[in-house]
């Protein structure tokens, strides 16, 4: 028995064609939104790419242009089988291309939608890429005089500026990492070789942090050396002083910035799979309508359309059953293969 059966004449067929060739070029052009938003997404990660670790992923930006590519092909194509489906003449020469096409397009739409629950669930990976990134990208910002590292400086302060954000984790990752170049220290100075031997590795840490951690709108001068010195300056205090600093770690915040980016991206695209879905169950009903007229010469006549031919449990047993065919066949043709060639090597 068929699944969803509903009853056709030619006025209602012509209606659906024409409502399914609209829908189609708007699917078009949810195409051409979904490529652009992967396109976004992936210049915003290849801008942040000096502060993420070398594992990161590119799978859900590629992935969103990539389908954005195949939804305009296929519906572009999809459009005009709609189109020639008001014509029996035309449309016949798409009828034995059909069924393979409505095959395509769930496996598209499946993978579409698995592609929107990429987008929600990058947030974990994102997490420790830019834990190990901006943690190796904080350890090169003295290296000002490296080739290859001489813009990391520049990399770092523009994107705590930006993000209104300081360290990894907080102002005090800037204490645990030497920041300043050995170039603009004076050796000779008591201060400094006392901070160098206190220190087993033999860096220059301080309780300090570069100028891109000073928040403006602090309401005295921004404090960045011995912030845990509450004697060095006047009326502070390094506990309760929130103001000076940007507060939020640059993990956290870029986190924050591409979760947010993300999410909106994976729920635009399940718009876009709920559309393309609803497109591909409308031309199944057209395929199935037009392929049950009992005479094709006679346009006028009544037709039923289904979505299922038979139930679902029917289905899915047919669908095994031809897995389990073809699997047998394979099996004969490599063991007809296999004796084929035993008498040869006697």
Not at 160 to 166: N, S
Request: charged residues 20%; proline residues 3%; hydrophobic residues 40%.
């Amino acid at each position: 028995m068929a699944l969803l059966k509903i009853k056709f004449d030619q006025k209602k067929r012509v209606k659906l064609a024409q409502g399914l060739w609209l829908m189609n070029w708007l699917c078009v052009l949810a195409g051409i939104v979904t490529f652009s938003l992967g396109l976004f997404l992936k210049i915003e990660l290849r801008k942040r790419s000096d502060v993420m670790d070398s594992s990161e992923s590119h799978f859900v930006p590629n992935s969103l242009i990539g389908m954005g590519v195949l939804s305009c092909v296929i519906n572009s194509l999809a459009g005009k089988i709609c189109y020639d489906a008001l014509d029996p003449a035309k449309y016949a020469k798409w009828k034995p291309w059909v069924k393979p096409y409505l095959a395509a397009c769930v496996l598209v739409n499946a993978v579409l939608f698995l592609v929107a629950l990429g987008c929600f669930l990058l947030r974990g990976s994102l997490e420790s890429t830019l834990a190990h990134g901006l943690k190796s990208g904080m350890k090169y910002y003295r290296d000002t005089d490296t080739p290859g590292r001489c813009f990391m400086k520049k990399t770092i302060d523009m994107l705590q500026i930006e993000f209104k954000c300081c360290g990894n984790n907080g102002f005090r990752d800037w204490f645990e990492i030497q920041w300043i170049s050995n170039r603009y220290l004076d050796f000779s100075s008591k201060e400094v070789k006392d901070r160098i031997k206190s220190n087993v590795d033999g860096r220059y840490l301080v309780d300090g942090v570069p100028f891109s951690c000073c928040n403006p709108s602090s309401p005295r001068p921004c404090i960045q050396y011995q912030l845990t010195n509450n004697s060095a300056h006047y009326s502070y205090d390094h506990q309760t002083e929130e103001l000076n600093l940007w507060v939020r770690g640059c993990r956290a915040a870029l986190l924050s910035y591409y979760s947010s980016l993300m999410n909106s991206m994976g729920a635009v695209t399940l718009l876009v799979w709920l559309l393309e879905v609803t497109v591909t169950i409308g031309l199944r009903y057209l395929h199935t309508a037009l392929e049950s007229v009992s005479d094709p010469e006679e346009a006028e006549g009544e037709s039923e359309g289904w979505l299922l031919e038979k139930s679902v449990p029917e289905t899915w047993k047919a669908f095994l059953e031809s897995v389990k065919t073809l699997g047998k066949s394979n099996q004969v043709e490599a063991e007809g293969a296999d004796t084929g060639q035993a008498p040869e090597a006697g």
